[in-house]
């Protein structure tokens, strides 16, 4: 039986916002009543999109994944999932009959009306794909290698302590527990699986990579007969310092593994092969040890014994995302990050270059092919993620609307570009978000937000927490400009952090600031800095250097003690580049001994909020405890929010809402 998404969930959104007037205030919880939508696939014949959108409960605390199939040229979606628990990875089997996809971490299938939903295997799978030639499927799942504290003492089953003898023992916001994610592949036909699955790898080594690499960094060849695999065949102290990763083809007959990659030392991802088989596509980047490195995009042709490789991004330095191959063979399609923006573009095998599609402001993120159509996802500072269709001339339409009803009753706020000088005389893109009604004959209290990453583009994004829409509708000014050491202006841009956290950098930020509060409508008496991750370090070392600038400061999960934090960290490559080595080394880098924030303690006079989850390991809590204490032992008000079970992110519903509504009650305290 077809069951239509219009009144299933349409109507109930409708319904919903029937009882709200035009313009609307954004507040946390109707952020948490948006559907959050991402495609997975495109069918075999490529005119019907898969695709899943997620609803969270806050009377529940959690989120559900539900999936939906609709023609290229409908725009009516059809409901196929509903299972407790989530549905992702939605695959289209090879017949384009059925849906297969992961739920509870076991492989299902649907038909396309929504019937017949079964399970069709009990593996505990990380993901799946389907082979080319349909009659085989890989799969990922964990294998135990390393013993455990049990295995060693097995008279002692409660004990809990672990035993540890090298490094990245935990990452993320998890210990490691001796299991790793390993590739299989097994029969699959008649809709079912068959055989006695084969591991192709055998080894205590992960692939996808730890801790979010997802089945795209896996492929089949065009021919069914290998399959290519990202991994970082490395352990311990060699792990934790390195991002050389390779792609390595799995030959289904012979059972032996090629190392494709051997001469790249960077990060090598997501290999996807040509339909017609001639070459392989891939994401890479040239240093070993810098993970924020520009994203190249190299072929390879397999008909070379000597597996030569061309960077087909080296003449325009273009910082690319993951590749996808027309259906003819011609083309490479792939995200373009340009100027603080997501476009979208290909590559002509024939002409040799690059000819972007899309020009305008916003991101499309992943996409998808349909035929000479492009099914991306889209957001922009004022969007939450829709999915449109994209010509080849950069023309678009809608292709969802599942938040149109709801966000159209909502307040927005215009985002404008600007450009500012920086203190050495460069240009700086600089997003300026007004508030909702904005009067420039009144004056209002500015926000400088204070990009994380540290090598992340402040572009298009929509966030659910760092929401500039909402900040907007609380009657805020925002300045989030594109300081030194963000990608898609040039190489020079990028790096010019690494080893400098504590100097362009900020200058960068408080030209933005200074730039942006000349203007009337900026109360100047009232400004306020926010960030996480490096944003929370930028807060801290702004706290110690902003004369008098700030009245009031945010900081989430942020860098406040750089020799304390190198101790505390995993990703030592990370560290070891980001501050040009560590802090016993002769001579010590300034990174330690002049940039850490901890060192203008003595500095500080303004009311700071210090946010942390206790599971995150890249920045542990510690940090923030750090800054905390000294902010009241210095006597400066201050407020530690703390999060026992969250890590690096803040993702459970109930606690978002609490972020939002301490993160405002700050900000309104110190700056209204």
Known sequence: MLKSIFPSLFLTICLNTLSYSQNVTLTP?????????????????????????????????????????????????????????????????????RIAFINSGKLWEVNLDGTNVHELSDIQMGGFQF???????????????????????????????????????????????????????????????????????????DSPLAPDGSIDQISWTSDSKSIVYT????????????????????????????????????????????????????????????????????????????????????????????????????????????????????????LGRIIKITNSVQNYNDFKLANDLIISEKTTMSQPQELVKVKQDGSESNFTNVNTTLWNTIKKGEVKKRMVKTKDGKNMLVWVIYPTDFDPAKKYPTLLYCQGGPQSTVNQFFSYRWNFQIMANNGYIIVAPNRRGVPS????????????????????????????????????????????????????????????RFKAFIAHAGMYNLTAWYGYTEEMFFANWDLKGNYWQKPTPKSFDKYS????????????????????????????MQAFNAAKMRGIPAKFLCFPDENHWISNPQNSVLWQREFFEWLNKYLK
């Open 231 to 350: 991994c970082k065949k490395l352990s311990g102290t060699a792990y934790a310092i390195s991002t050389n990763s390779d792609l390595y083809m799995y030959d289904l007959n012979s059972k032996q593994t090629t190392n494709l990659t051997s001469a790249n030392r960077g990060y090598d991802r997501n290999p996807t092969f040509s339909p017609d088989g001639k070459y392989m596509a891939w994401s890479s980047m040239e240093h070993d040890g810098y993970e924020s490195d520009r994203h190249r995009m190299l072929l390879m042709d397999m008909s070379d014994p000597t597996h030569k490789m061309t960077d087909i991004t080296l003449a325009s330095g273009a910082d690319v995302g993951d590749p996808n191959w027309s259906a003819d063979s011609k083309r490479i399609y792939f995200s373009l990050n340009d100027q603080a923006l997501v476009q979208l573009a290909y590559y002509d095998l024939a």
């Open 489 to 548: 202006f040039g190489q020079e841009w990028n790096e010019e952090i690494s080893g400098d956290y504590g100097g362009k950098p900020m200058q960068d930020l408080l030209s933005a600031i200074d730039d942006v509060a000349k203007e009337p409508y900026v109360n100047k008496d009232k400004l306020g800095a926010v960030g996480a991750s490096f944003g929370g370090y930028s807060v801290y070392w702004l706290a110690g250097n902003h004369n008098k």
């Open 29 to 97: 919880e109707l952020l948490f009543k948006l559907g959050r939508v991402s495609i997975d696939d495109i069918s075999p014949d490529q005119k019907t999109v898969l695709y899943g959108i997620t609803y969270y409960s806050l009377s529940e605390n959690k989120g559900n994944r539900d999936l939906y199939i609709q023609q290229v040229n409908s725009n009516s979606p059809i409901k196929i999932t509903s299972l407790n628990g989530g549905e992702w990875n939605g695959r289209f089997t090879p017949d384009g009959k």
């Open 597 to 624: 924030p901890n060192l203008f303690v003595g500095n500080w006079d303004t009311p700071i909020l210090v946010i942390h989850g206790e599971k995150d390991f890249r920045i542990p809590f510690t940090e923030g």
């Open 131 to 205: 082979s080319p030639d349909g009659h085989k499927i890989l799969y990922t799942a964990q294998v135990k290698y390393d013993k455990t504290t049990q295995d060693k003492y097995p008279d002692l089953p409660l004990a809990t302590g672990r035993i540890i003898e090298d490094l990245m023992y935990r990452h993320w916001d998890s210990w490691e527990d001796g299991n790793y994610s390993n590739v299989f592949y097994t029969s699959y036909d008649n809709a079912a699986l068959s055989g006695t699955p084969v591991n192709i790898m055998n080894e205590p080594y």
